[in-house]
């Protein structure tokens, strides 16, 4: 049988390699783009499991890729729902800082906001008062108006209906397997031979990496985001989204409170360390392999204590408790009551790598490129947000 050919392959339809696919057909409708996904429908992994809030892009400073497309992608996403009839919520957010040590970090955050031009202004507990009526008395805070709640799971089909409109073949059940030689790979439907090929695979990037021979500095850590869920008696004391300051050594922006699409407020995210790349259960989603290699990471951090990890460790897996992730968002909302949250189903993995030479976090998303494909690792949060913009600049690097 002979094998398939595409002009280009993207490997996973999450956003990222669905935006890729539509910025490649919006400057060459002519080119045959094939997606291929080892689940059965697009977004059932990060980019059909996230809190769904569109970022102004405050976090990032001014030198790195996040800034450079955070901000343009947040108002592309906002523009595409509306002009697509997805539900889109503009209702801001304020950054809550509850202690004075989080001031310098308030200063920083201002600063960002600044140099990469975005709508942001720091307010006192009396416009808090008025903003977020329930929200803790705190020490300083900031409002960005520009921050929009949005429908993901609406989002990532109505890209996929274009695609499919627009040509672009999609073959699901079929997990890329390896490397045959350049320009021909061994999938799930057989092999497939490519003109080039971009690797969008989320927490599975860095491992479809090393089959083209890069990547080798960089390890998988999954850190694993579950949510509490206010009740019905409580969903009130939420408007839109409240956010601590967050540790800006960390790739994390702390357990927050935000109104989803849906009217429901969420609570959370965590970052426990996880011992799979899809371990959502408390064992399902682990294998053997995966789990060693990614303990032996984790061992490793935890003893070398780097970018504070034993602390992070210990809080985060502190949260398994209610009692302790009830105190988190005490932080924020010193009104809430444990009979307030309500357990929800929802939760999320977020694909953290670690530069094994440097032995730090990856704090910026990074882009790695050879002759005949092109690497998304590390594409964290806010990687929904940036996808417009981000698919932009991938594709600037390839055509
Ligand atoms: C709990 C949580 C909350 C978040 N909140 C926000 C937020 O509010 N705002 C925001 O902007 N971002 C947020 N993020 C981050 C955001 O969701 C992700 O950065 C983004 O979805 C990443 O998209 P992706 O396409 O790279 O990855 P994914 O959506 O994970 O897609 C990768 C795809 O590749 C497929 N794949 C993997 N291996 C193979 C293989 N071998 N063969 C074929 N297919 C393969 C997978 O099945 C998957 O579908 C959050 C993330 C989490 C986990």
């Not at 890729?20 to 697009?42: D, F, N, Y």
């Not at 890729?65 to 955070?70: G, N, S, T």
Request: net charge neutral; aromatic share 8%; glycine share 8%.
């Amino acid at each position: 049988m002979t094998a398939k050919y595409f002009d280009y392959v993207i490997v996973g339809a999450g956003i990222v390699g669905l935006t890729v696919a539509s910025e490649l057909k919006r400057r060459q409708p002519a080119a045959s783009v094939a997606i291929l996904e080892k689940e059965t429908a697009p977004g059932m992994h990060a980019s059909g499991r996230n809190s769904g809030v569109m970022h102004c892009g405050i976090y990032y400073g001014s030198e790195t890729l996040k800034a450079k497309v955070c901000a343009d992608g947040a108002r592309r996403m906002i523009e595409f729902a509306e002009v697509e009839g997805i539900a889109v919520n503009r209702c801001g957010k304020v950054i809550l800082a509850t202690s004075e040590e989080q001031l310098p970090t308030v200063e920083k955050l201002l600063r960002n906001a600044q140099e990469n031009q975005i709508e942001a202004e720091r307010i006192d507990m009396h416009q808090l008062n008025e903003i977020e009526p329930y929200a803790a008395h705190g020490v300083a805070a900031i409002y960005c108006p520009s921050t929009a709640v949005i429908d993901s799971a609406a989002i990532v089909q109505r890209i996929r209906e274009k695609l499919i409109n627009q040509g672009v073949q999609f073959f699901f059940d079929c997990a890329f397997q390896g490397r045959e030689k350049s320009r021909n790979i061994k999938t799930a439907h057989g092999d497939i031979v490519y003109g080039f090929l971009i690797n969008c695979a989320g927490a599975y990037a860095d491992a479809i990496a090393k089959s083209f021979g890069i990547g080798d500095e960089y390890a998988l850590v999954p850190f694993k985001g579950i949510y509490w869920k206010l009740s019905q008696a409580a969903n009130h004391k939420v408007r839109a989204n409240i956010y601590p300051v967050p540790d800006v050594s960390m790739p994390f922006l702390g357990v927050h409170l935000t109104r989803v699409i849906s009217g429901d407020v969420y609570v959370g995210p965590t970052a426990i360390p996880a011992f799979g790349r899809e371990n959502y259960g408390l064992i399902q989603g682990m294998n053997l392999a995966e789990s060693l290699e990614i303990g032996y990471q984790l061992v490793g951090m935890y003893l070398r204590n780097e970018n504070n990890f034993r602390k992070l460790a210990h809080v985060e897996m502190g949260k398994y408790n209610k009692k302790n992730f009830l105190a988190a968002a005490q932080k924020l909302m010193p009104s809430l009551k444990e009979a307030d949250m309500v357990p929800t189903p929802k939760v999320g993995i977020r694909p953290q790598l670690v530069n094994t030479r440097t032995r730090k976090l990856e704090m910026d998303y990074i882009l790695v490129i050879t002759d005949d494909s092109l690497h998304v690792m590390n594409a964290i949060s806010p990687a929904f947000t940036s996808s417009l913009a981000f698919a932009e600049l991938i594709v600037d690097k390839i055509c």
